[in-house]
């Protein structure tokens, strides 16, 4: 299981710069070392070419020209994908991509992962790049679940020669959790659980038994759930669900840039309105 802690620890810590960049939610850790190999990064006035160069919270960072996000404290949102729009950015086609659609208050975000084109669903967002990079891993162990409407006839020895796991074309695909749900006279619904999630994993995994995903709809993302959000619909993950589910401390999470909140007790408060009655009693006299 992967250590989030280190996401919520104080800000004015040194990192490298290609993890600032990423954190700042400009792109992602790998896009960041191409930016700085192409020498379009500036720390402190200084061109730089290497993505090991560390900064502080008092650097001076310009990418292209402009002065990057300050680092903030990471959020996430769930977000219900439409099909038809596309997980990037800009797409040279000029089809609609995720973050078109969205609200125009959000803050600069970048997604967990991807889903596919005609594929919907929960989609996760969030502000950090190093929190989605650590989400995206396998060894987070968090199962990616999908509800999948094939065309045919699954075979149960099938299915479960896929839950065992197969390679194809090469490529090793792990053991995921399958189970047939409903056949219908054409049509079947599958629930699919992935812990690694692929490219075009779902897809290539029915092709090989002779299926045709029809829809394929992302239920859930290990502990966060689609749930009733409408389509197109965007919720923020409250911050206290969030640090919970990634075993990190509130407290220490609570105090990310910000000075620790002066501790009140029960004693003081019952203390603070006696003192007020006693006041106004004798206010009264």
Not at 106 to 122: A, F, I, K, N
Not at 214 to 219: A, G, K, V
Not at 223 to 234: K, Y
Request: net charge positive.
């Amino acid at each position: 299981m992967n250590d989030f802690k280190t996401i919520f620890e104080d800000k004015d810590q040194e990192e490298r710069i290609a993890k600032r960049m990423a954190r700042a939610g400009l792109c992602s850790r790998r896009d960041a070392e191409k930016w700085i190999l192409a020498k379009r990064v500036v720390v402190d006035g200084v061109t730089i070419d290497t993505p090991a160069f560390k900064v502080s919270n008092k650097s001076s960072i310009l990418v292209d020209g402009n002065t990057i996000p300050e680092k903030e404290e990471p959020r996430l949102w769930r977000y219900h994908k439409p099909p038809s729009q596309i997980t990037t950015t800009r797409d040279v086609r000029g089809r609609t991509t995720v973050f078109e659609n969205l609200p125009k208050d959000m803050p600069r975000v970048v997604s967990v992962g991807r889903l596919d084109y005609d594929s919907e669903g929960l989609l996760l967002l969030t502000n950090d790049g190093e929190l989605a990079r650590l989400l995206e891993l396998p060894s987070t162990a968090w199962i990616r679940r999908y509800r999948v409407r094939v065309y045919g006839r699954p075979q149960l020895s099938n299915l479960e020669k896929l839950s065992n796991g197969v390679t194809l074309d090469g490529i090793k695909y792990g053991a995921i959790d399958i189970k047939l749900d409903k056949q219908g006279p054409s049509n079947a619904w599958l629930t699919i659980g992935l812990r690694e999630g692929k490219n075009r994993e779902v897809r290539r995994l029915m092709e090989s038994i002779e299926l045709k995903v029809m829809r394929l709809i992302r239920i859930s993302f290990g502990p966060f759930q689609l749930g009733n959000l409408e389509v197109s619909g965007i919720e923020e993950v409250k911050q206290y669900s969030l640090k919970e589910q990634l075993g990190v401390p509130a407290i220490k999470a609570e105090n990310f840039g910000r000075a620790a909140p002066k501790k009140r007790t029960y004693h003081k408060i019952r203390d603070k309105k006696r003192n007020a009655d006693r006041s106004r009693s004798q206010s009264r006299r």
